[in-house]
């Protein structure tokens, strides 16, 4: 398995609160996506890292920010939560872009939003 | 608009049958076709790529198939487990565009 691990795996918290999600990666890849997977939905992009201090935003980026400090770590920050980000959050990490890249998948944050 | 449907929606089978998922897309520029295998509570996990000259593809139990002309690929399970009760997603990606298409994906359960 590929060596990501994302913290916390389930996150209970009140609307209006900040919240940051971690993605932790081992294998060295340069590239770091955040996707969220709601029912009826496909996996949408929010925001993904080329490299240290590299973002670009995705397809459902307005609410998120993403900070890439080290190739390893890639945050998700909801600056202030809303019930409409209830959502499970997945991360993932590819060699190449995805594009052409295989992308690897952590196991995902369940967070809820009261 | 570039879009990916995935039939049907859910399935069951019996252990040890054989079944076949769909994936239709009008994602354009093409450039690679994905099958995930996702199950419950767990990350997507990859099971196939392929690219516009390849027409099949295997791993093991799972043989996709491609037919880039009518923009459809299948995803043919064989002899199925109860292990391979799980979500199965489609996933084109768009020459030239850092972005994958995701379909809704197909709900399998394997019955005993």
């Known amino acids: 398995d590929a060596g990501i691990t994302q913290s916390p795996r389930h996150k209970v918290t009140e609307t209006g609160t900040p919240v940051t999600l971690r993605c932790h990666q081992t294998e060295n890849h340069r590239y770091m996506y955040w996707y969220r997977q709601d029912p009826g939905h496909g996996l949408r992009l929010i925001h993904y890292s080329y490299g240290v201090k590299d973002t670009d935003k995705g397809e459902v980026s307005d609410g998120y920010s993403v900070s890439r400090s080290k190739t390893e770590d890639f945050l998700l920050t909801l600056e202030s939560a809303t019930s409409s980000q209830t959502s499970v959050y997945f991360c993932?990490?590819?060699?190449?872009?995805?594009?052409?890249?295989?992308?690897?998948f952590g196991e995902g944050s369940r967070l809820t939003v009261l | 608009k570039n879009q990916v449907e995935q039939s049907p929606q859910s399935l069951i089978i019996l252990e040890g049958k054989n079944c076949t998922l769909q994936c239709n897309y009008t994602v354009s520029p093409f450039s690679n076709l994905r099958w995930y295998k996702q199950d419950t509570g767990r990350g997507p996990v990859s099971l196939t790529i392929?690219?516009?000259?390849?027409n099949t593809k295997s791993n093991g139990r799972y043989t996709a198939t491609l037919d880039a002309d009518t923009k459809q690929s299948s995803l043919h399970i064989t002899a199925s487990q109860l292990s391979d009760s799980a979500s199965y997603i489609c996933v084109v990606s768009q020459t030239g565009a850092n972005n994958l298409f995701f379909g809704t994906g197909t709900r399998l359960t394997v019955i005993p």
């Open positions: 392929m690219t516009f000259s390849e």
């Open positions: 993932a990490i590819s060699e190449r872009d995805s594009n052409t890249g295989e992308l690897f």
